[in-house]
């Protein structure tokens, strides 16, 4: 897991001349930023600690030769001054190339971190290279990892049908998944369970995509269409997906029979079509679609 690397960088005092963080999903830049940000001394962070966007139209837009400036200054405390450039994404190319000419000769006295959204193509990569580069993303089989080491840095455990449970009822969203985890550090237990966490989780709702799943493996329709209603005043459509997604990978993970295959490869197909289209078109319409073509696959295997 990239993620560990990072973790690893913190550990041991963000060694690096400067850092590229890259990650598709904008929670990760802001959990690394936390991190580093909380190594600052929190008297000195409104002097040694500042963040620049890149971003069109943001309020702290400014030209790259101001910010290098920044870089170079000497800061007012002890230590080194963390500068944040977030949405590196968007560096022109004549400025990626002064940054490059920048860490050619980095100044002793600060700590450059760039955040990337999306993968860093091979230009940025060979401008700065002198920069730790650092992938965050977190696979969808590396995050209950991640939740159990979120949940030790706040001094609980969660068991393994807890974490299970989480992300099979949240879905992969990291940060709902970090919201819930805060509010299990108000149970006052030093282990978590799945009982400790159901009722948190699910608030007052009857049902939830492990119900869901079960309907459509038996089949049932009615069943199926009633859990969904419920849950559609509740969940955001994607949300939904990445749910069903994770159930779904966990229903078909160590059987390999070429049946138990070709039927993951329709049914990962089915959801990868329903994802594209809530993308492009928005609305509860294709999650509605995604049940009934998976009703027909369940009714095909019997």
Same mark, same amino acid.
Request: without cysteine.
């Given at each position: 897991?990239?993620?560990?690397?990072?973790?690893?960088?913190?550990?041991?005092?963000?060694?690096?001349?400067? =850092?590229?963080?890259?990650?598709?999903?904008?929670? @990760?830049?802001?959990?690394? !930023?936390?991190?580093? %940000?909380?190594?600052?001394?929190? /008297?000195?962070?409104?002097?040694?600690?500042? +963040?620049?966007?890149?971003?069109?139209?943001?309020?702290?837009?400014?030209?790259?030769?101001?910010?290098?400036?920044?870089?170079?200054?000497?800061?007012?405390?002890?230590? $080194?001054?963390?500068? !944040?450039?977030?949405?590196?994404?968007? *560096?022109?190319?004549?400025?990626?190339?002064?940054?490059?000419?920048?860490?050619?000769?980095?100044?002793?006295?600060? *700590?450059?971190?760039?955040?990337? &959204?999306?993968?860093?193509?091979?230009?940025?990569?060979?401008?700065?290279?002198?920069?730790?580069?650092?992938? #965050?993303?977190?696979?969808?089989?590396?995050?209950?990892?991640?939740?159990?080491?979120?949940?030790?840095?706040? /001094?609980?455990? #969660?068991?393994?049908?807890?974490?299970?449970? @989480?992300?099979?009822?949240?879905?992969?969203?990291? /940060?709902?998944?970090?919201?819930? #985890?805060?509010?299990?550090?108000? &149970?006052?237990?030093?282990?978590?369970? %799945?009982?400790?966490?159901?009722?948190?989780?699910?608030?007052?709702?009857?049902?939830?995509?492990?119900? @869901?799943?079960?309907?459509?493996?038996?089949?049932?329709?009615?069943?199926? @269409?009633?859990?969904?209603?419920?849950?559609?005043?509740?969940?955001?459509?994607? +949300?939904?997906?990445?749910?069903?997604?994770?159930? =779904?990978?966990?229903?078909?993970?160590?059987?390999? +029979?070429?049946?138990?295959?070709?039927?993951?490869? $329709?049914?990962?197909?089915? &959801?990868?079509?329903?994802?594209?289209?809530?993308?492009?078109?928005?609305?509860? =319409?294709? !999650?509605?679609?995604?049940? !009934?073509?998976?009703? $027909?696959?369940?009714?095909? $295997?019997?």
């Amino acid at each position: 897991m990239s993620y560990r690397n990072f973790l690893e960088e913190i550990k041991k005092g963000t060694p690096a001349a400067g =850092y590229l963080l890259s990650a598709s999903d904008p929670f @990760l830049h802001s959990e690394a !930023v936390s991190l580093i %940000r909380e190594r600052v001394p929190e /008297g000195e962070r409104e002097f040694n600690f500042q +963040s620049f966007d890149l971003a069109a139209g943001k309020a702290s837009e400014v030209p790259l030769d101001q910010i290098l400036d920044v870089l170079n200054t000497v800061p007012f405390f002890p230590g $080194r001054k963390v500068v !944040v450039i977030e949405n590196a994404q968007k *560096l022109l190319k004549k400025d990626l190339k002064k940054l490059g000419q920048y860490f050619l000769r980095p100044s002793e006295s600060s *700590l450059p971190v760039l955040l990337h &959204l999306g993968t860093v193509k091979k230009e940025m990569k060979e401008a700065l290279t002198g920069v730790k580069q650092i992938p #965050l993303d977190i696979s969808e089989k590396e995050i209950p990892a991640w939740l159990n080491a979120r949940a030790r840095s706040r /001094g609980i455990e #969660l068991s393994a049908d807890a974490a299970d449970y @989480l992300v099979g009822t949240i879905g992969p969203d990291l /940060g709902l998944l970090s919201s819930e #985890l805060d509010k299990f550090t108000l &149970l006052g237990k030093a282990k978590v369970e %799945r009982d400790d966490i159901a009722e948190i989780v699910e608030g007052r709702r009857t049902y939830n995509a492990f119900a @869901l799943v079960d309907a459509i493996r038996a089949q049932d329709t009615e069943k199926t @269409l009633r859990i969904y209603r419920v849950l559609r005043e509740t969940e955001e459509p994607y +949300s939904l997906l990445g749910a069903l997604n994770w159930q =779904y990978a966990r229903h078909f993970e160590g059987k390999d +029979s070429p049946a138990e295959r070709r039927r993951l490869w $329709r049914v990962f197909g089915l &959801l990868n079509g329903a994802d594209a289209d809530i993308k492009s078109s928005g609305g509860s =319409y294709p !999650v509605e679609l995604l049940l !009934v073509k998976l009703l $027909r696959l369940s009714k095909e $295997r019997a």
